[in-house]
């Protein structure tokens, strides 16, 4: 058979079952999770139109599940064998999260967690006061106490 010939030829059922044994053996569960969230940062991208030519594959919703995700994964991968790499995996999910927020009806409550994993506060307007009366809505970081607002 020719080089030609062999080259072009494609590989039996048992070699390329050989191969992903290979493969398998080779990789790590680490690696897996980390090109996972690769990944579903890349579809994520591409749902947020931020990719060129992607505008039309806009999906707000499956954005969120994208962010969500990899949000979930995080703490996964910062115990891992890949956790000096991750800030670029970090800077594209503030890129997605920025992407989402810009795409958002601006009358729509927060949706997910914070960053402790509780449940974020609603919307001011929604639900019991958190503010004495006569004064602005105290937003998340105020109420807990963490945000120093001047005169207060």
Excluded: C, F
């Excluded at 290979?22 to 690696?31: G, N, P, Q």
């Excluded at 009806?105 to 929604?126: I, N, Q």
């Excluded at 958190?130 to 945000?147: C, F, I, N, V």
């Amino acid at each position: 058979m020719s080089d030609a010939a062999e080259s072009q030829r494609q590989p039996s059922e048992e070699e390329v079952r050989e191969a992903l044994e290979r493969e398998l053996a080779r990789i790590s569960a680490d690696d897996m999770v980390m090109e996972s969230a690769v990944s579903i940062i890349n579809l994520g991208a591409r749902r947020a139109g931020l990719a060129p030519g992607t505008e039309s594959e806009r999906d707000p919703a499956q954005l969120h599940t994208a962010i969500e995700a990899v949000r979930a994964l995080l703490p996964v991968l910062e115990g891992g064998r890949h956790a000096d790499k991750l800030a670029p995996l970090r800077d594209a999910l503030s890129r997605l999260q920025l992407a989402y927020a810009s795409a958002r009806e601006p009358d729509k409550p927060p949706v997910g967690k914070d960053d402790r994993g509780e449940a974020e506060a609603p919307a001011a307007g929604t639900g019991e006061p958190t503010a004495e009366p006569g004064k602005p809505d105290a937003g998340p970081a105020q109420r807990s106490g963490r945000l120093w607002v001047p005169g207060q």
